[in-house]
């Protein structure tokens, strides 16, 4: 069994209730042209909503597990992730989603308790 030596937490997030389906078509599409992605191990999603204060905020928060840090940044710049982002979001101007990338080192994860 290999372990990841990075892992990306990315978190997207749409301001409007309106463009919740076009962010689960993105997150689907993102899903499935990063697991064929060489040196991508695996991908899970969490979806939510802002709050009490923000209910009509919709996120989703995704951890990928890469094999290596060069890996990772070449499906950040990979022209594959970039056409999935303009299909859905060219349109809008990026105006309508909100996209911030992390990276952790897999031993904080391991020390995490389960919810």
Known sequence: MSFPKIIMMTTKKVFSPLYTQRLNNYQE????????????MQTQSFIGTGGECRKDEIFIISFSKWESEQSMNAWCTSHVKQDIHREFWFDLHNQQIN???????????????LL
Request: one cysteine or more; a negative charge.
């Open 29 to 40: 599409a993102i899903i499935y042209a990063k697991s064929k992605f060489e040196g991508c």
């Open 99 to 113: 996209i911030e990338t992390n990276t952790v080192s897999p031993t904080v994860f391991s020390e995490l308790p």
